[in-house]
C-alpha cells in the first residue's frame, strides 16, 4: 500500500513544516481525498502546517471538510467520530494556511448556521481584518432564516471593521428586517439583532455616521416618542451600543426619561444615554444632579447596573471608554447622607468600585456609614446584609486599617461585615486578636466566621483548630456544622489535621452538613488518613455531574487496572479522555506491557490526533527508545510552540515523565505564550526546578493575573505558580514582589504556596 509507512512509528516522528525537504503538497493532498481516515486527518495535518506553501490544497481541504462535515451528522457512531476528527483536522488545516483560506471559511461557514457552537466562525474570527476582501459574500449572509446565525455574522462584520463597509446597506436591513425577534440566542452572547447591526455599523467608522442619521436614529426616536419598540432588540439596547454616533437622539431620550407618562423605564432609558458618548454622559450628569429626589435614585440605579456590566459582551461600546466616575462623585456623595440605609450603602459600594477616583473626604464619608445609627439597625435586621456594603479594602491601606477599629461596632451586622473583608495579611494584622476575642462570643455563626477570618490572616495552626471545637461541629444549628465543615476544607494544608472531627458529621441527619463533611474529606483528606478510610468504609460515592455524594451498597474500593484492562481500554473505551489515560497508562508500565505493541500500533492512524500521540509516547516507551520519545516530544513541542494546534498529551506526558528534557523548556513556554492556559504547564517547570529558570517571566505573567479584569478568572493557577517558582529557588528572585503580594492577599493555599517560595528563593529557614 503507497502509506503502508503510516503504520509505523516513523509515521509520527515527521520533521517539522520548515525543514529541508517537507513532503510534497500534491502527494499530502492525494493522501488527504484517497487514504484511510486516520491517514487523511494526517495529511490534513501535515498541510496545515506548511502554511502558505499548501495554498493549492485550499480547494481539497474545502471539498473533504464539506464532506466530513456531513459524515460526522450521520451514520454509525465510528464513523461520526472519524469524520468528526478528519473535519476539525481540514479546518486547523485551511487556518494553517492563512488569510488565502478566508473564502473558504465562509464557503463553509453556511453549513455550520445551525451549530451554536461551531468551528468556522472562530476561524474567521481568528483573521480579522484580513477577511475583508470576503465581506461581500458574509454580507449576503445576513438575511439567512436563523436569527442566531445573522447575529453572528454581524459580529464577524464588526471584527472586521472599516473594511466591512460594503456590509453596509446589508446591516441596514439587519437592523430592519421583519423576521426580527426575541429568539434564544446562544453563540452571539444574548446580543439582539437589531443592536449586533448597529454596533456593526458603529465600528465600520465615520463612513457609517451618515447611514445612522439617516436610518437608525429616526426609527429609534420615534420609538421613544411612543414607547414602543421594534422586535429583534429593545431601543435602550440599540441605543446604549451606538457611542458618539448616537449623540443628535441624546435630546430625545431626555425627554422620555422626563415624560411624566414613562412610557419607557427611566432606568433602562438613563443606562442607554450613558453608552451615548460624552452628550450622553453631560445629559445624564445633569438629570442625576437634578432636584428630584425620585430621578436621582431612577439615575443612580441606571449607573450602578452600568457599572457593573461595563465589561460584559452586550455592553460593549468601541468608540465610547469606560465611564468616569469622578464628575459623578459629588453627587453620589450628597446621596451617601440621604435614603434608605439599603441605597446609601449601595452608592457608598458604588463608589468602591471606582476607588481611584473617590477623594478622601468621601472615603471618610463612606467608612463613617458603618457608624451611623440607622445604617447599623438596618444591617442587624436585614439577613444578608453584608452583601451590600461597600468594599473599604478597595481604598487601599487607609481603608484596611479602618476596618480594624469597626470590630468592636455593638452592630453584630457591621461586624459580620467587617469580618467577611479582612484579607490583607499585613493591613489587617491588628485586627487578629479581636477576632480572636470574637471566636469566644455568644453569636455561634458570627463566631465562627472570625475564627476562620484569623486563621487566614494568620496561617496560624491554632487559629485553624478554632473551626474544629465542638461548639461549632456539634453544635444544635445545622447551618454551623455545615458551615465549619465547609470551612476546614477552605483552611488546606491548615485543616487536615483536624479532618478525622469530620467523621461523626458523615453521619449527620441533616443532609448539607453531611454533603460538606463529605465533599471537604473527599477533596483534601490525605489517602489513608483516617478520615479517607471513613468516607470509603461508608462506601460514599462522589458524582462528577451533580457534584453530589451518595452511598451506595455495591460500591469497591478501586483496584489499579491490569495491562490486559488498559489494553482493552485502550480499544473500547467511549469516553476518549479516558482512552488516552489508559494508553499513556500502559506506557509508563515501560516493558511490562510488551503485550500492548500491536494494539498500540493500530492505534497510530487513528482519526484523533490526542489518541494517535498518546499511542507514539506508549509504544517507545515500552521498547525504551529514548532518542525516539525525544523526538516526538520535540516535534510535538515545535508545532505547538509555532501556534499550530497540539495534543495535550505532549504536556501530559512531560508531567508524567523523569525531567530529562530540559531543552524543551524554551518550547514549553512559547507554548503556554500561545495558548495562556498556565495550568497546563506549571507542574511541568515545577518538575525541572531550577532547568527552568528561563521560565520565571512567564510564570510571572500568571502569576500577576488577566491585565483587563475578567469575571471568568478563578486564580486556580496561582497556587501551581507559585509551587513552579519555588522549585526553581534563586534564580526566580525577581518574582519576589509579586509573591509578597500574593502572601499578603491571597487565599489561604496561594499564600502558604508564596510564604514557601519566598522563603526557597531568598534561603530563608
Same mark, same amino acid.
Given at each position: 500500500m503507497r502509506?503502508?509507512l503510516s503504520?509505523?512509528i516513523g509515521?509520527l516522528?515527521?520533521?517539522s =513544516? #520548515?525543514a529541508?525537504?517537507?513532503?510534497?503538497v500534491?502527494?499530502?493532498?492525494?493522501q488527504? !481525498?484517497a487514504?484511510?481516515?486516520?491517514?487523511?486527518?494526517?495529511?490534513a495535518?501535515?498541510?496545515?502546517d506548511l502554511?502558505s506553501a499548501?495554498?493549492?490544497?485550499?480547494?481539497?481541504?474545502t471539498?473533504?471538510?464539506?464532506?466530513?462535515?456531513r459524515?460526522s451528522?450521520?451514520?454509525?457512531?465510528?464513523?461520526?467520530?472519524?469524520?468528526k476528527?478528519?473535519?476539525?483536522a #481540514?479546518?486547523d488545516?485551511? =487556518?494553517?494556511?492563512g488569510?488565502?483560506?478566508?473564502?473558504?471559511?465562509v464557503?463553509l461557514f453556511a453549513?455550520?448556521?445551525?451549530d451554536h457552537?461551531?468551528?468556522?466562525?472562530?476561524?474567521?474570527?481568528s483573521f480579522g481584518?484580513?477577511?475583508?476582501?470576503?465581506v461581500?459574500a458574509l454580507?449576503k449572509?445576513?438575511?439567512d432564516d436563523?436569527?442566531?446565525f445573522?447575529?453572528?455574522v *454581524?459580529?464577524?462584520?464588526?471584527?472586521?471593521?472599516?473594511g466591512?463597509?460594503p456590509?453596509?446597506?446589508?446591516?441596514v436591513?439587519?437592523?430592519?428586517?421583519?423576521?426580527?425577534?426575541?429568539d434564544?440566542?446562544?453563540?452571539?452572547g444574548?446580543?439582539? &439583532? $437589531?443592536a449586533?447591526?448597529?454596533?456593526?455599523?458603529?465600528?465600520?467608522?465615520?463612513?457609517?455616521?451618515k447611514?445612522i442619521?439617516?436610518?437608525?436614529?429616526?426609527?429609534l =426616536?420615534?420609538?421613544l416618542?411612543?414607547g414602543?419598540s421594534? %422586535?429583534g432588540?429593545?431601543?435602550?439596547?440599540?441605543?446604549? +451600543?451606538?457611542?458618539?454616533?448616537g449623540? &443628535?437622539? +441624546?435630546?430625545n431620550?431626555v425627554a422620555?426619561? %422626563?415624560? !411624566?407618562?414613562?412610557?419607557?423605564s427611566r432606568e433602562?432609558?438613563?443606562t442607554?444615554?450613558?453608552g451615548?458618548?460624552v452628550?450622553g %454622559?453631560?445629559a445624564f450628569?445633569?438629570?442625576?444632579?437634578?432636584p428630584d429626589?425620585?430621578? $436621582?435614585?431612577?439615575?443612580f440605579?441606571?449607573l450602578?447596573h452600568?457599572?457593573m456590566g461595563?465589561?460584559?459582551h452586550?455592553?460593549?461600546?468601541?468608540?465610547?471608554?469606560?465611564?468616569?466616575?469622578?464628575?459623578?462623585?459629588?453627587?453620589?456623595?450628597?446621596?451617601?447622607?440621604?435614603?434608605?440605609p439599603r441605597?446609601?450603602?449601595?452608592?457608598?459600594r458604588?463608589l468602591s468600585?471606582?476607588?481611584?477616583?473617590?477623594?478622601?473626604?468621601?472615603v471618610?464619608?463612606?467608612?463613617?456609614?458603618?457608624?451611623?445609627?440607622?445604617?447599623?439597625?438596618?444591617?442587624?435586621?436585614? !439577613?444578608?446584609?453584608?452583601?451590600?456594603?461597600?468594599?473599604?479594602?478597595?481604598?487601599?491601606e487607609?481603608?484596611?486599617?479602618?476596618?480594624?477599629?469597626?470590630?468592636?461596632? /455593638?452592630s453584630?451586622?457591621?461586624?459580620?461585615?467587617?469580618?467577611q473583608?479582612?484579607?490583607?495579611?499585613?493591613?489587617s494584622? $491588628?485586627?487578629?486578636?479581636s477576632?480572636?476575642k470574637l471566636?469566644?462570643?455568644p453569636?455561634s455563626?458570627?463566631?465562627l /466566621?472570625?475564627?476562620?477570618?484569623a486563621?487566614?490572616?494568620?496561617?496560624?495552626?491554632k487559629?485553624?483548630?478554632r473551626l474544629?471545637?465542638?461548639?461549632f461541629?456539634?453544635n444544635?444549628?445545622p447551618?454551623v456544622?455545615e458551615?465549619?465543615?465547609?470551612?476546614?476544607?477552605?483552611?488546606?494544608?491548615?485543616?487536615i489535621?483536624?479532618? !478525622?472531627s469530620?467523621?461523626?458529621?458523615?453521619?449527620?441527619?441533616?443532609?448539607?452538613?453531611?454533603q *460538606?463533611?463529605?465533599?471537604?474529606?473527599y477533596f483534601?483528606?490525605?489517602?489513608g488518613s483516617?478520615?479517607a478510610?471513613?468516607?470509603?468504609d461508608r462506601n460514599?460515592?462522589?458524582?462528577?455531574?451533580?457534584?453530589?455524594?451518595?452511598?451506595?451498597?455495591?460500591h469497591?474500593p478501586?483496584?489499579?487496572?491490569?495491562?490486559?484492562?488498559?489494553?482493552a481500554s485502550?480499544?473500547?473505551?467511549? /469516553?476518549e479522555?479516558?482512552?488516552?489515560?489508559?494508553?499513556l497508562?500502559?506506557?509508563?508500565?515501560?516493558?511490562?506491557?510488551k503485550?500492548a505493541?500491536p494494539?498500540?500500533?493500530?492505534?497510530?492512524t487513528?482519526?484523533?490526533?490526542?489518541?494517535?500521540?498518546?499511542a507514539?509516547?506508549?509504544?517507545?516507551?515500552?521498547?525504551?527508545?529514548?532518542?525516539?520519545?525525544?523526538?516526538?516530544?520535540?516535534t510535538?513541542l515545535?508545532?505547538a510552540?509555532?501556534?499550530?494546534?497540539a495534543?495535550?498529551?505532549?504536556a501530559?506526558?512531560?508531567?508524567r515523565l523523569p525531567?530529562?528534557f530540559?531543552?524543551?523548556i524554551?518550547?514549553?513556554? %512559547?507554548?503556554?505564550?500561545?495558548?495562556?492556559?498556565g495550568?497546563?504547564?506549571?507542574s511541568?517547570?515545577q518538575?525541572?526546578?531550577p532547568?527552568a529558570?528561563?521560565?520565571?517571566p512567564?510564570?510571572?505573567?500568571?502569576?500577576r493575573?488577566?491585565?483587563?479584569?475578567?469575571?471568568?478568572?478563578?486564580g486556580?493557577?496561582?497556587k501551581?505558580a507559585?509551587?513552579?517558582?519555588?522549585a526553581?529557588?534563586?534564580d526566580?528572585?525577581?518574582?519576589?514582589p509579586?509573591?509578597?503580594?500574593r502572601?499578603?492577599?491571597?487565599?489561604?493555599?496561594? *499564600?502558604?504556596?508564596?510564604?514557601?517560595?519566598?522563603?526557597?528563593?531568598?534561603?530563608?529557614k
Open positions: 502509506y503502508a503504520v509505523t509515521l516522528l515527521v520533521e =513544516a #520548515c529541508a525537504d517537507p513532503p510534497k500534491t502527494d499530502l493532498i492525494q488527504l !481525498e487514504a484511510g481516515t486516520g491517514e487523511r486527518v494526517i495529511a495535518e501535515r498541510l496545515g502554511g499548501a495554498a493549492d490544497a485550499i480547494p481539497a481541504l471539498r473533504v471538510a464539506r464532506n466530513a462535515r459524515g451528522l450521520e451514520g454509525e457512531h465510528e464513523s461520526r467520530r472519524a469524520n476528527y478528519l473535519y476539525d #481540514c479546518l488545516a485551511l =487556518a494553517g494556511i488569510p488565502k483560506s478566508v473564502p473558504a471559511f464557503e453549513d455550520e448556521k445551525d457552537f461551531g468551528s468556522v466562525a472562530r476561524h474567521i474570527h481584518r484580513d477577511v475583508a476582501p470576503s461581500p454580507a449572509l445576513l438575511a436563523n436569527q442566531d445573522r447575529v453572528l *454581524a459580529y464577524l462584520l464588526e471584527e472586521i471593521g472599516p466591512a463597509e456590509a453596509i446597506p446589508a446591516l436591513a439587519l437592523f430592519l428586517n421583519p423576521k426580527n425577534g426575541a434564544n440566542l446562544i453563540s452571539s444574548s446580543l439582539s &439583532p $437589531r449586533a447591526a448597529v454596533r456593526a455599523l458603529v465600528r465600520i467608522g465615520p463612513k457609517t455616521q447611514t442619521e439617516e436610518k437608525v436614529l429616526p426609527v =426616536a420615534e420609538e416618542k411612543t414602543k421594534a %422586535r432588540g429593545s431601543t435602550e439596547e440599540v441605543l446604549s +451600543v451606538l457611542g458618539e454616533a449623540a &443628535p437622539i +441624546v435630546p431620550v422620555a426619561i %422626563r415624560d !411624566e407618562e414613562r412610557k419607557f433602562d432609558a438613563g442607554a444615554l450613558l451615548l458618548g452628550a %454622559r453631560q450628569g445633569k438629570l442625576i444632579a437634578g429626589v425620585e430621578m $436621582r435614585k431612577e439615575m440605579d441606571a450602578n452600568h457599572l461595563e465589561d460584559s452586550r455592553n460593549l461600546h468601541f468608540n465610547t471608554p469606560r465611564i468616569n466616575i469622578a464628575p459623578f462623585v459629588p453627587t453620589l456623595a450628597t446621596m451617601l447622607k440621604d435614603g434608605e441605597q446609601r450603602l449601595e452608592v457608598a458604588a468600585d471606582r476607588a481611584d477616583k473617590v477623594p478622601r473626604d468621601v471618610d464619608a463612606i467608612i463613617g456609614l458603618f457608624r451611623d445609627p440607622a445604617i447599623k439597625k438596618w444591617m442587624d435586621q436585614e !439577613e444578608g446584609a453584608w452583601l451590600s456594603a461597600p468594599n473599604i479594602n478597595s481604598f487601599g487607609v481603608g484596611a486599617r479602618a476596618l480594624v477599629p469597626l470590630l468592636d461596632s /455593638d453584630a451586622g457591621v461586624r459580620e461585615a467587617v469580618i473583608q479582612l484579607g490583607h495579611r499585613k493591613w494584622a $491588628r485586627a487578629i486578636p477576632l480572636r471566636v469566644d462570643g453569636n455563626l458570627l463566631a /466566621d472570625a475564627a476562620f477570618r486563621a487566614r490572616l494568620s496561617l496560624d495552626p487559629d485553624a483548630a474544629a471545637d465542638r461548639r461541629l456539634h444544635d444549628d447551618k456544622r458551615y465549619a465543615a465547609d470551612y476546614l476544607g477552605h483552611l488546606d494544608s491548615l485543616g489535621p483536624h479532618y !478525622e469530620l467523621v461523626p458529621l458523615l453521619d449527620d441527619k441533616t443532609e448539607e452538613v453531611m *460538606a463533611a463529605a465533599r471537604t474529606i483534601h483528606a490525605p489517602k483516617t478520615a478510610r471513613a468516607f470509603a460514599l460515592v462522589y458524582h462528577d455531574n451533580s457534584g453530589k455524594i451518595t452511598r451506595s451498597q455495591k469497591q478501586e483496584q489499579p487496572p491490569g495491562i490486559p484492562d488498559l489494553i485502550a480499544i473500547t473505551e467511549r /469516553d479522555r479516558k482512552q488516552v489515560k489508559a494508553v497508562d500502559l506506557g509508563d508500565r515501560g516493558a511490562a506491557a503485550e505493541a494494539t498500540l500500533k493500530k492505534l497510530l487513528d482519526p484523533n490526533p490526542d489518541l494517535r500521540f498518546a507514539g509516547i506508549a509504544l517507545v516507551q515500552i521498547e525504551n527508545d529514548r532518542p525516539a520519545l525525544r523526538k516526538l516530544l520535540t510535538e515545535e508545532r510552540a509555532s501556534g499550530r494546534p495534543t495535550w498529551v505532549a501530559e506526558a512531560l508531567e525531567p530529562d530540559p531543552e524543551l524554551p518550547l514549553v513556554i %512559547r507554548w503556554l505564550e500561545h495558548r495562556g492556559d495550568t497546563l504547564f506549571l511541568i517547570f518538575k525541572y526546578g532547568k529558570k528561563a521560565a520565571v512567564a510564570i510571572l505573567t500568571v502569576l493575573g488577566p491585565k483587563v479584569p475578567n469575571h471568568h478568572y478563578f486556580a493557577e496561582l501551581p507559585c509551587d513552579a517558582l519555588a526553581i529557588g534563586t526566580a528572585r525577581e518574582a519576589l509579586e509573591l509578597q503580594r502572601f499578603d492577599t491571597g487565599s489561604i493555599e496561594v *499564600a502558604l504556596a508564596a510564604r514557601e517560595a519566598i522563603r526557597k528563593i531568598t534561603g530563608e
